[in-house]
C-alpha cells in the first residue's frame, strides 16, 4: 500500500530538485527520504528519479505521476479539513496567503478582530507573489487568499472585501506637489517608477499611467512598495501607491495625493476554492474584514 508519506517526499522532489533540501521541508533526514524513494521505485517498478551528483530530477514517469501525487495529496487535505469542520467549522488551522504589496499594510488592521471573533483558529500566514499562492490554493496547501482582484483569475470563487484607492506618491519639491488634488491626466509624459515583473500591482498602476500618457522609467525597477517609497522620497521619481501603504510611517520627504474622478483603485477580495469545506468559517473572515478596513 503506497503511503501518502512517501507521495508527499515525492512533491518535495520534484519543488526543490535535490534530496537534502527536500528532506529538510519534509522534516525528516535525507537516507530516509532517499530510502523511501528507493522503496517506492520498487513497489511500482518504475523508475521516478534521475540521481545525478549535485541534483536529481523526475524521470518522463515521475512528472506524471507526481501531477496524480498532487491531485491525491490535494484529496486527503480536503477529506482532513472536512473532518474537522464536522467537529467544529470555527476551529482549527486557516492558512491564509497574502501577497507582499498587501500583507504589511493590511494584517495590523485586520488580525485583531479576526482573532477577538474566531478564537479559536489558528491563523498561518503566508505571503508570496500572486502566481505561487493561486498555485499553492488550487493544490490544497492554502484555505483562502486575499489579493486584488485579476480579470485573468479563473477556478476560485470569490467575495469581494473592499476598494482601495491608489494616490499619487512625489517629493515635495516635485512639480504637481502644490495641487492639493491631482487628475489622471496630470500623469501624462510623467516618468514613474514602478515594481519588478510578477507583481500585480506592477500591471495595474501601469494600466492607469500608460492610459494616461505617462512612460515608465526603465532605469529602475523596485523589489517592494518599501523601496519604492525611498526612491520616490529620494526625488528619483514618481509612483502609484495604495493607500494602506500611505498610513506608515509618515515622512517629510514623500507627499501622498489623491486623485479626482476617475479614481484609480484595486479591487482587494477573498479567495477560495470551489466547494471549499470550512464555508461558515470563510463567512465570518470575510464579514470581519469587511467591518475592520476603513478608508
Not at 45 to 59: A, C, F, K
Not at 84 to 103: F, M, N, R, S, Y
Amino acid at each position: 500500500m503506497i503511503k501518502l508519506r512517501d507521495l508527499e517526499y515525492l512533491v518535495a522532489i520534484d519543488q526543490y530538485k535535490h534530496f537534502g533540501k527536500a528532506a529538510e521541508a519534509c522534516f525528516v533526514s535525507q537516507p530516509t527520504l532517499s530510502g523511501q524513494m528507493i522503496k517506492l521505485e520498487e513497489q511500482l517498478g518504475l523508475q521516478l528519479i534521475e540521481r545525478h551528483r549535485r541534483n536529481v530530477m523526475l524521470t518522463p514517469a515521475g512528472e506524471q505521476l507526481v501531477r496524480e501525487a498532487q491531485q491525491v495529496l490535494k484529496a486527503a487535505h480536503s477529506f482532513e479539513a472536512s473532518a474537522k469542520a464536522l467537529l467544529d467549522p470555527l476551529a482549527g488551522d486557516l492558512h491564509l496567503g497574502l501577497i507582499p504589496t498587501l500583507a504589511p499594510y493590511l494584517l495590523p488592521h485586520i488580525m485583531a478582530d479576526l482573532n477577538q471573533r474566531l478564537p479559536k483558529i489558528n491563523f498561518y500566514l503566508h505571503e508570496k507573489q500572486t502566481k505561487v499562492l493561486l498555485q499553492e490554493l488550487n493544490e490544497g496547501k492554502l484555505d483562502l487568499l486575499i489579493l486584488p482582484w485579476l480579470e485573468e483569475m479563473h477556478g476560485v470563487e470569490r467575495y469581494d472585501l473592499f476598494e482601495e484607492p491608489l494616490v499619487l506618491a512625489l517629493s515635495p519639491q516635485h512639480a504637481l506637489a502644490n495641487k492639493n488634488t491631482v487628475q489622471l491626466s496630470d500623469l501624462n509624459d510623467q516618468q514613474i517608477l514602478t515594481l519588478e515583473d510578477g507583481h500585480c500591482l506592477r500591471d495595474q498602476a501601469l494600466g492607469y499611467c500608460f492610459a494616461a500618457g505617462a512612460k515608465e522609467d526603465h532605469r529602475f525597477q523596485a523589489t517592494s512598495l518599501e523601496t519604492l517609497r525611498y526612491m520616490v522620497a529620494s526625488g528619483m521619481g514618481i509612483t502609484l501607491m495604495p493607500e494602506l501603504a500611505t498610513q506608515h510611517p509618515k515622512s517629510e520627504r514623500l507627499q501622498y495625493l489623491r486623485f479626482d474622478t476617475p479614481v484609480p483603485t484595486r479591487q482587494i477580495s477573498l479567495l477560495v476554492r470551489p466547494n471549499y469545506s470550512r464555508m461558515s468559517c470563510i463567512r465570518e473572515v470575510v464579514s470581519s474584514i469587511r467591518g475592520s478596513v476603513k478608508l
